[in-house]
T-cell receptor
Framework: DAGITQSPRHKVTETGTPVTLRCHQTENHRYMYWYRQDPGHGLRLIHY???????DKGEVSDGYSVSRSKTEDFLLTLESATSSQTSVYFC???????????FGSGTRLTVV | AQRVTQPEKLLSVFKGAPVELKCNYS??????LFWYVQYSRQRLQLLLR??SRESIKGFTADLNKGETSFHLKKPFAQEEDSAMYYC?????????????FGKGTKLSVIP
């Protein structure tokens, strides 16, 4: 266990429904990130957090919101899922530097 | 704005042949470059960071500021090297650290 878990691992949902993905860490790291991974696009940053209740937008934040009410949990919500949000979502944590990133195992989301 | 370019989507080499995965970057500040590897359906793992100048699993990468490149090299490819490789550029903002990734290169080592 790398100290970071994502749930669920797989999800299929219908267009227009809200979806929440969870990232949980046991490392007490300050920084948490959500990326999406798509063929031909690599990893793109959706949102990140630099502390409890402190979040900011990344490169592809439209259609997504996040919340961090506790150090250990970082939630990603798709307000109204669309087919373009079918992707693999990775969470990452970081203590306080650029080389300490640890990634989760990913959540494969399919929007039908 | 920072940008990372990996020109090859797919690179196929024979086992034992040399490997070079290309990475070019664009960044106005002092760059911090990394290589990440993702084996089939696994999480991303840090392979190399330019600051440490170390060799991991036989891979090396040298930062060339003049050419704004950070190519990943290995003299003799192994089948277990088959994976997705991402070059990443680190930046420090106001109270945050971020990685910007390239689009990735899939390395396929042919037995």
């Amino acid at each position: 266990d790398a100290g970071i878990t994502q749930s669920p691992r797989h999800k299929v949902t219908e267009t227009g429904t809200p979806v929440t993905l969870r990232c949980h860490q046991t490392e007490n790291h300050r920084y948490m990130y959500w990326y999406r991974q798509d063929p031909g696009h690599g990893l793109r940053l959706i949102h990140y957090s630099y502390g409890v209740k402190d979040t900011d937008k990344g490169e592809v934040s439209d259609g997504y919101s996040v919340s961090r009410s506790k150090t250990e949990d970082f939630l990603l919500t798709l307000e109204s899922a669309t087919s373009s949000q079918t992707s693999v979502y990775f969470c990452a944590i970081n203590r306080d530097n650029l080389y300490g990133y640890t990634f989760g195992s990913g959540t494969r989301l399919t929007v039908v | 704005a920072q940008r990372v370019t990996q020109p090859e989507k797919l690179l196929s080499v024979f086992k034992g042949a040399p490997v070079e995965l290309k990475c070019n970057y664009s960044y106005s500040g002092s760059p911090e470059l990394f290589w990440y590897v993702q084996y089939s359906r696994q999480r991303l793992q840090l392979l190399l960071r330019h600051i440490s100048r170390e060799s991991i699993k036989g891979f090396t990468a040298d930062l060339n500021k003049g050419e704004t490149s950070f190519h990943l090299k290995k003299p003799f490819a192994q089948e277990e090297d088959s994976a997705m490789y991402y070059c990443a550029l680190g930046s420090r903002g106001a109270g945050s650290y971020q990685l910007t990734f390239g689009k990735g290169t899939k390395l396929s080592v042919i037995p």
